[in-house]
Nanobody, 125 residues
Framework: QVQLVESGGGLVQAGGSLRLSCAASGRTFSSYAMGWFRQAPGKEREFVAGISWSGGSTYYADSVKGRFTISRDNAKNTVYLQMNSLKPEDTAVYYC??????????????????WGQGTQVTVSS
């Protein structure tokens, strides 16, 4: 029903910035809340940022609050993650995900039905 493709990852120095994009297929993108997760080697996939159907509500993990910004453009079927002041501990594969739930604070993997393939973000010291 929904296919997601991430892009924008790469190698950046600590303190630098990257913007990730997630392109969704289909006509029902606006029906889903969207989220970004990340997974570092040897660690569990963790929540990074979430955004409501309308884009009017956003929420973040404490580790990225004040540095990352999630946004969406429903007309373009795209969600973004602007990452500023990047730290080496931000290094991970970043995944875009879609959730059918309309409630706030969707932070668990099992609350999302559709996932992208991931894009690698590497932050050097």
């Amino acid at each position: 029903q929904v296919q997601l493709v991430e892009s924008g990852g790469g190698l950046v120095q600590a303190g630098g910035s990257l913007r990730l994009s997630c392109a969704a297929s289909g006509r029902t993108f606006s029906s889903y809340a969207m989220g970004w997760f990340r997974q570092a080697p040897g660690k569990e996939r963790e929540f990074v940022a979430g955004i409501s159907w309308s884009g009017g509500s956003t929420y973040y993990a404490d580790s990225v609050k004040g540095r990352f910004t999630i946004s969406r453009d429903n007309a373009k079927n795209t969600v973004y993650l602007q990452m500023n002041s990047l730290k080496p501990e931000d290094t991970a594969v970043y995944y875009c995900a879609a959730s059918p739930y309309g409630s706030h604070w969707l932070t668990r993997v099992r609350e999302y039905d559709y996932w992208g393939q991931g894009t690698q973000v590497t932050v050097s010291s």
